[in-house]
C-alpha cells in the first residue's frame, strides 16, 4: 500500500489529522492496534478550548458538537467550605465547551467511514522504519499476514505507550517528566450534574472535582492514594465521600446513582522533545502528557495536530517545508506553557501530605488571592480557556 501520511493511533488525534488532511487533498492511512470498539469505549476528558472546536469545525466534525456540547462560562473553586466562581466570559471573552471525547472519537469515526477513507484496526506488531530518509515504511500483522505502508511521512499518534516514540533512536529524544503521589479516583454515572459548570474543590480530606459529559450523565472525581485499590470504593463509599469533599450547598444537591465506570488513573506530567525526528511527527500522548486538572491533554493532542496538518498542507500544495520544519519548536512552546499550568493548578487544589502545615496555608493563601485579584483570575481564565495558536 502507498500514502502520503501514514499515521499510527486512531484515537482523536490520530482521527483528528486525518480529517484534517482529507479537507487539504491530503492521502492518509490510519493504522490502530486495538479494535474500534476498544477505541471508542476508552473514557476520556471532556472540556474542549475553543481553538479544539475551530480545529473540529475546520475538519467538517463539528456539527454534532454544536448540537449538544455544553457552552461553559466560568468554573467554580471550592474552598473552606464556599464557592468562587471565575467568569472566564467576562475576564477573557471566550469559554469552553464540555463535550466527552468519547463524542469526538464517534464523530470522527463516522466521518472517517462516510468519506470512505483507510483506517485499519487491529493491526498487530506495529513498527516503523526508515524515517531518517526519503522513504519511509509502516509494517504491520493483520490476519496472519505481513503488510506495509510506504509513505512519504509518519505521524506518531499511538499514545504513551506506543511504538512511534519507543522507535526514536537512543540519544535523540530528551523526556521530562514528574510523578504526583497521588490519583484520581473517578466515576461516571448518568445522574444530572451538581451544578451547571465544573467545580473544583480544595479540602482538608483531599481535592474532589465535579465534572460532566451530558445534562444527563456526570464525571466526578477524588483524589486518592496511588495503592488504593477500587475494591474497597462501593459506589455508597464514593458518593459520601464525595460530598464531605464539598461545601454544604453542593453537597446537598448531589445525586447519586449506580456508576457506569469507575477506574483509578495515576497523574504525571511528561514531555518528550523534540517532537520530529526526520520523517516521523510525534503528536498528542506520544509527545506529551498532563495531570488531567487543567483539562489540557485533548486539547494540546487538538493543537499538535492542527500545526502538523498546515504543515503537511504546505509542503504538498505551496512545495515548502518551513511548516513542518517549524512543527517541534512550536507545539513545544504551547506545550510547555500548558504544563506550566496544568502543574499549578494541581498543586494549588491537591493535598500534599509532605508539605505539611506550611504547605496548607500557602495553599490558602493563594486561592485567596486568585478569587480576590482581577489579574489572578484573569491568568487562570487565559489559562484554562486555552492560550492563542500561533
Same mark, same amino acid.
Given at each position: 500500500?502507498?500514502?502520503? +501520511?501514514?499515521?499510527?493511533?486512531?484515537?482523536?488525534?490520530?482521527?483528528?489529522?486525518?480529517?484534517?488532511?482529507?479537507?487539504?487533498?491530503? #492521502?492518509?492511512?490510519?493504522?490502530?492496534?486495538?479494535?474500534?470498539?476498544?477505541?471508542?469505549?476508552?473514557?476520556?476528558?471532556?472540556?474542549?478550548?475553543?481553538?479544539?472546536?475551530?480545529?473540529?469545525?475546520?475538519?467538517?466534525?463539528?456539527?454534532?458538537?454544536?448540537?449538544?456540547?455544553?457552552?461553559?462560562?466560568?468554573?467554580?473553586?471550592? %474552598?473552606?467550605?464556599?464557592? =468562587?466562581?471565575?467568569? /472566564?466570559?467576562?475576564?477573557?471573552?471566550?469559554?469552553?465547551?464540555?463535550?466527552?471525547?468519547?463524542?469526538?472519537?464517534?464523530?470522527?469515526?463516522?466521518?472517517?467511514?462516510?468519506?470512505? &477513507?483507510?483506517?485499519?484496526?487491529?493491526?498487530?506488531?506495529?513498527?516503523?522504519?526508515?524515517?531518517?530518509?526519503?522513504?519511509? !515504511?509502516?509494517?504491520?500483522?493483520?490476519?496472519?499476514?505481513?503488510?506495509?505502508?510506504?509513505? #512519504?511521512?509518519?505521524?506518531?499518534?499511538?499514545?504513551?505507550?506506543?511504538?512511534?516514540? @519507543?522507535? +526514536?533512536?537512543?540519544?535523540?529524544?530528551?523526556?521530562?517528566?514528574?510523578?504526583?503521589?497521588?490519583?484520581?479516583?473517578?466515576?461516571?454515572?448518568?445522574?444530572?450534574?451538581?451544578?451547571?459548570?465544573? +467545580?473544583?474543590?480544595?479540602?482538608?480530606?483531599? /481535592?474532589?472535582?465535579?465534572?460532566?459529559?451530558?445534562?444527563?450523565?456526570?464525571?466526578?472525581?477524588?483524589?486518592?492514594?496511588?495503592?488504593?485499590?477500587?475494591?474497597?470504593?462501593?459506589?455508597?463509599? %464514593?458518593?459520601?465521600?464525595?460530598?464531605?469533599?464539598?461545601?454544604?450547598?453542593?453537597?446537598?444537591?448531589?445525586?447519586?446513582?449506580?456508576?457506569?465506570?469507575?477506574?483509578?488513573?495515576?497523574?504525571?506530567? %511528561? !514531555?518528550?522533545?523534540?517532537?520530529?525526528?526526520?520523517?516521523? /511527527?510525534?503528536?498528542?500522548?506520544?509527545?506529551?502528557?498532563?495531570?488531567?486538572?487543567?483539562?489540557?491533554?485533548?486539547?494540546?493532542?487538538?493543537?499538535?495536530?492542527?500545526?502538523?496538518?498546515?504543515?503537511?498542507?504546505?509542503?504538498?500544495?505551496?512545495?515548502?517545508?518551513?511548516?513542518?520544519?517549524?512543527?517541534?519548536?512550536?507545539?513545544?512552546?504551547?506545550?510547555?506553557? @500548558?504544563?506550566?499550568?496544568?502543574?499549578?493548578?494541581?498543586?494549588?487544589? =491537591?493535598?500534599?501530605?509532605?508539605?505539611?502545615? %506550611?504547605?496548607?496555608?500557602?495553599?490558602?493563601?493563594?486561592?485567596?488571592?486568585? !478569587?480576590?485579584?482581577?489579574?489572578?483570575?484573569?491568568?487562570?481564565?487565559?489559562?484554562?480557556?486555552? &492560550?492563542?495558536?500561533?
Amino acid at each position: 500500500m502507498r500514502t502520503q +501520511v501514514a499515521i499510527v493511533g486512531a484515537g482523536p488525534s490520530g482521527l483528528l489529522l486525518g480529517a484534517l488532511l482529507h479537507r487539504a487533498g491530503v #492521502d492518509a492511512v490510519i493504522v490502530e492496534q486495538r479494535s474500534a470498539e476498544y477505541v471508542l469505549g476508552r473514557i476520556r476528558a471532556g472540556v474542549l478550548e475553543q481553538t479544539t472546536v475551530d480545529l473540529l469545525e475546520q475538519a467538517g466534525m463539528a456539527e454534532r458538537l454544536h448540537r449538544e456540547g455544553l457552552p461553559h462560562d466560568g468554573v467554580e473553586l471550592a %474552598f473552606d467550605g464556599q464557592l =468562587h466562581r471565575i467568569d /472566564f466570559v467576562g475576564l477573557t471573552g471566550r469559554r469552553v465547551t464540555v463535550y466527552g471525547q468519547t463524542e469526538v472519537t464517534h464523530d470522527l469515526m463516522q466521518g472517517r467511514a462516510a468519506a470512505g &477513507l483507510a483506517t485499519i484496526y487491529e493491526a498487530d506488531d506495529v513498527s516503523v522504519h526508515d524515517f531518517d530518509g526519503t522513504r519511509p !515504511v509502516v509494517r504491520y500483522r493483520r490476519d496472519g499476514r505481513d503488510h506495509e505502508i510506504a509513505c #512519504d511521512f509518519i505521524a506518531g499518534c499511538d499514545g504513551y505507550h506506543g511504538v512511534t516514540r @519507543a522507535s +526514536v533512536p537512543k540519544g535523540s529524544i530528551a523526556t521530562y517528566e514528574k510523578v504526583y503521589p497521588f490519583g484520581w479516583l473517578g466515576i461516571l454515572a448518568d445522574v444530572p450534574p451538581v451544578r451547571d459548570e465544573l +467545580v473544583y474543590a480544595n479540602h482538608e480530606r483531599g /481535592f474532589a472535582l465535579c465534572s460532566q459529559r451530558s445534562r444527563t450523565r456526570s464525571r466526578y472525581y477524588l483524589q486518592t492514594a496511588l495503592d488504593d485499590s477500587l475494591e474497597r470504593w462501593t459506589d455508597a463509599a %464514593f458518593w459520601d465521600e464525595l460530598r464531605r469533599r464539598l461545601p454544604a450547598e453542593v453537597a446537598q444537591q448531589v445525586t447519586t446513582g449506580a456508576s457506569i465506570e469507575k477506574s483509578i488513573a495515576p497523574l504525571r506530567s %511528561f !514531555v518528550a522533545e523534540p517532537m520530529r525526528f526526520g520523517r516521523l /511527527f510525534l503528536a498528542g500522548d506520544a509527545a506529551h502528557i498532563v495531570p488531567p486538572t487543567g483539562a489540557k491533554g485533548l486539547n494540546l493532542a487538538a493543537s499538535d495536530v492542527g500545526y502538523l496538518a498546515r504543515g503537511l498542507t504546505e509542503y504538498y500544495a505551496d512545495k515548502s517545508s518551513a511548516g513542518i520544519d517549524a512543527y517541534s519548536a512550536r507545539c513545544l512552546a504551547r506545550i510547555w506553557k @500548558a504544563e506550566r499550568f496544568s502543574w499549578w493548578f494541581t498543586s494549588l487544589m =491537591h493535598k500534599f501530605p509532605e508539605t505539611g502545615a %506550611f504547605g496548607q496555608k500557602m495553599q490558602h493563601a493563594e486561592l485567596e488571592y486568585l !478569587v480576590g485579584s482581577k489579574a489572578a483570575s484573569t491568568a487562570l481564565a487565559e489559562n484554562y480557556v486555552g &492560550l492563542p495558536i500561533s
